[in-house]
Structures are given as C-alpha cells and as structure tokens.
C-alpha cells in the first residue's frame, strides 16, 4: 500500500467515523420489512463502495449486518457502556 493510498484510507475512516449514526453497544431495532428485531450494535463498518454497514446481535447470539436505513435507536441502555464504545462528544 503506497502512502497516499494509507491516507485515503484514515481520510474514509474518519468520514465514516463522524457520520456514523450507530455505535457499538448501541441498543437498536431492525423496524422494516418482514419482520422487526431489537438488537445491539456490535461492530460498525464500510462497504468497499463506502456504504456503512452494521453488525447487529440478536437474541441467542445471532449476527446479522444491516444498512442504517434498516435501523433505529431502541429504548434502552448500552449494552456495553466503556469508553471504547462511546460515542464520540
């Protein structure tokens, strides 16, 4: 990986870091389609089109990975309320 290519990278990473909507043992509720779920947020990430996805666990341990537009912030605390999971001030 060359340098510049490095820093494109971080430059993404940070973009996606600020406009994340979910954060990591954020309680949240898959509410379209089919079917609705509550969850927490496990693990944040993007595509590599650069379209943010997020690991969602369920009840029993399941995973699955879900657009924000699959998304919203349920009632509840974090599951997991540590500075590495905060968000951001």
């Not at 609705?36 to 369920?58: D, I």
């Amino acid at each position: 990986m060359t340098g510049c290519e490095d820093c494109r990278r971080r430059d993404e990473a940070a973009r996606a870091d600020a406009a994340r909507r979910f954060w990591p043992g954020q309680a949240v509720e898959k509410h379209t389609g089919d079917y609705t779920a509550t969850g927490v947020v496990v693990a944040a990430f993007l595509t590599s089109k650069g379209r943010e996805r997020y690991v969602v666990e369920h009840d029993g341990g399941i995973l699955h990975i879900y657009s924000a537009s699959n998304l919203r912030s349920a009632p509840g605390r974090w599951a997991r309320p540590s500075s590495d999971f905060a968000p951001p001030p």
